[in-house]
């Protein structure tokens, strides 16, 4: 019966984590084919990719209210992206970084965690603060593309609370989105008016146009859309089974949910980033995992929490809040320091997290 169970669970991990790679790579090539802008693609798609099945799990805990799957997801995820991946990358070689990343992105990792603690104090999440997470992580997409991509002044944690608390982000979205929505409905008029120059010129160039072009465009549409269907199927199914067997396994081992989150979900939905790190690492280029790393932990945090909050208020138990959470606190702040000293991880530190990360696993079931 375990065994059983367990498979389904392998079964349901393995089509969330394929499902979402390949959720994410054909919705980009439709929008691409579309003519959506790489500003939107980047701003929907690609800044959440990894954390799909994360997002995917944990609105389907929602569902099912079983709200220690998705605190436990969340900060399980938090953890083990700081000490299982950065460990990984920095064991693997040594990852430089830059002060502003600490200065900027760091400490907006770090002030996330803070805030669900302190949102988490009252052993649950209301749905007013699931809006606050989700408001704090569209300020914190549109920051980065407003103002740390296009101004060539450096940005810091500060300007990103000014420019949360004086709601300049919505100002952003009326300016920022408009014109490219603009900008791509411009393009598309064009375009028609190159088709009817073109059809009005004749109908036999007309003819070897679609034969030579259209088609072939048509294909690959017809590939990425087939495609972005299998993959919306395959998180679906992948998310359900990884949850009904995640309470299952919880019922039969006689574990509190927030503990089968914290582990089994948490390293498993953590995979796409692992394997990021290890072929990012082997090639020389760590720091992606140190910017991976952080951007998942505000990405879990703000998005995942706002999405899943909002649907179904979260119940968060007294392990998740005196002692799972304090620990996340605790490797963030370990994380900032070893990045503080010498702007990077060593080989030293990266082995230290890992180990870290080993104790508060071991730690974490010797509590039952």
Known sequence: MLVFEISLFAVGLFLLVKGADLFVASSSSIAKKLGVSEFIIGLTLVSVGTSVPELAASITASFRQASGLVIGNVIGSNIANIGLIVGTAGVLSAVRTDEVMLKRDGYIMFFSALVFLLFVLDFRISRPEALVFLLLYIAYILFLFTRVHQQKDVVYFSNYLKYFFKFEYLFDIRTKFLKEFKKESTGRDFKKEERDKKENSGKESRQTDKEETSLPDKNGFTQDFLKLIVSGVAIILGARYLVRESIILAELLNLPETIIGASLVAVGTSLPELMVTVTAARS???????????????????????????????????????????????????????????WKIKRLEGLFLILVYSGFMFWLFSTI
Do not use: K, Y
Request: aromatic share 16%; net charge negative; glycine share 12%.
């Open 284 to 342: 020389g280029r760590g720091d992606i995992a140190l910017g991976n790393a952080i951007g998942s932990n505000i990405t879990n945090t703000f998005l995942i929490l706002g999405c899943a909050g909002l649907l179904h208020p979260l119940q968060v138990t007294e392990l998740s809040v005196f002692f799972v959470t304090p620990f996340m606190i605790f490797i963030s702040l370990l994380f900032l320091f070893f990045i503080w000293t010498g």
